[in-house]
């Protein structure tokens, strides 16, 4: 169990793109750091005990610097990965404590040209004891300040600005007794990913440990109907502890069309299988306002708008005519 979660969580120090960064992170383990894992802090911890994370930064510039350090709760994102530098736009219903709420901000940090420094980062684990993990991460970012020009004038002001940095990730525990991970289906609704129309399917792991090597197979088709109309698999993913994410089904630039479908999903993770069927509904407004948004959906051409106006030209040219027609007569002396 402990050999599966170290592969899965290797390497949890995020890099930044070239030439982003001028500053470098390295963590400081400590004495509760379970054996053999180096990159990230894993922590065994008693109950309401504290533990300080400690991290050297190293300025490699010339010039000084401010560095920003956020925790965070990791999430399990749309893609079937783990974030450990970002926090959820909904954080899961069973998620009891939030790492981030148990892990001090400190403030943001001066760095002198070629400095280097140690920051400690307090850790408060919860006073209550807990089962499986609590997963999150330290986002280690630089402050950057650039001009930018007012929409409203020809002002310019400073706006502070936080963008490519480091991600340190942090596991906790009261002990490394293994629990079983466990998922569930919560929702299948129409959406749309990237102005792209989907079929999202909310897969839960609602227990307290990482979901490994997840593998998804999913069809959708018409109810009462055979013949499978979108279908969507994934390898190799993985969730976060007590986290939820949508896992999308291209329409593959298919419009939605109102009616009631079928998803068959499974769902496998080493020797656990789960197999879901679920019937759900799109609503024809629903389907009208997706189609619209959707970018890879081209306008044709509206026949019946066309037939429509076609026939209110002869309208106007048939009342034309009988006016014509009529005033001709009236001015015509032979009658």
Same mark, same amino acid.
């Given at each position: ?44 911890? +008693?109950?309401?005990?504290?533990? /300080? &994370?400690?991290?050297? %930064?190293?300025?490699?510039? $010339?010039? =000084?610097?401010? @560095? ?19 926090? +959820?736009?909904?954080?899961?219903? /069973? &998620?009891?404590?939030? %790492?981030?709420?148990?892990? $001090?901000? =400190?403030?943001? @940090? ?35 300040? $650039? ?189």
């Amino acid at each position: 169990m402990l050999v599966t979660l170290l592969i899965a969580m290797w390497p949890v120090i995020g890099r930044a793109e070239e030439g982003t960064l001028s500053f470098y992170v390295t963590p400081e383990l400590p004495e509760s750091q379970v054996e053999g894992s180096s990159s990230y802090f894993d922590l065994n911890l +008693a109950p309401g005990t504290s533990e /300080t &994370l400690a991290l050297t %930064l190293q300025n490699a510039s $010339e010039e =000084p610097i401010q @560095i920003r350090i956020t925790p965070h709760t990791a999430y399990t994102n749309v893609n079937g990965v783990v974030e450990y530098g970002k926090e +959820a736009e909904e954080p899961d219903s /069973t &998620l009891i404590h939030s %790492l981030d709420e148990l892990i $001090e901000s =400190p403030e943001v @940090i001066d760095l002198a040209g070629k400095e280097t420094k140690t920051v400690d980062v307090a850790l408060h684990m919860p006073e209550d004891s807990f089962d499986g993990f609590l997963v999150g991460g330290l986002r280690i970012s630089e402050v950057l300040e $650039e001009e930018v020009e007012e929409a409203s004038s020809s002002k310019e002001g400073l706006a502070v600005k936080n963008e490519y940095g480091y991600v340190v990730g942090v596991v906790v525990s009261n002990s490394r007794n293994s629990v079983t991970p466990d998922l569930d289906l919560l929702d299948v609704f129409a959406d749309q990913l990237n102005y792209r129309n989907v079929i999202s399917a909310t897969i839960q792991n609602f227990t307290p440990t990482f979901v490994n090597r997840l593998a998804i197979e999913a069809t959708v088709q018409r109810a009462g109907e055979d013949e499978v109309l979108y279908e969507a698999s994934n390898e190799m993913m993985q969730m976060a502890p007590n986290s939820h994410f949508h896992y999308p089904i291209s329409l593959e630039g298919d419009r939605f069309v109102a009616g009631e479908y079928v998803l068959k999903l499974t769902a496998t993770s080493g020797e656990e299988e789960w197999f879901w069927e679920r019937t759900f509904t799109i609503e024809t407004e629903q389907a009208r306002s997706f189609n619209r948004a959707d970018v890879t959906i081209e306008e044709g051409i509206n026949w019946w708008m066309v037939a429509i106006l076609i026939l209110l030209l002869f309208i106007v040219f048939g009342i034309g005519y009988l006016i014509l027609k009529n005033k001709k007569k009236e001015t015509d002396p032979k009658g």
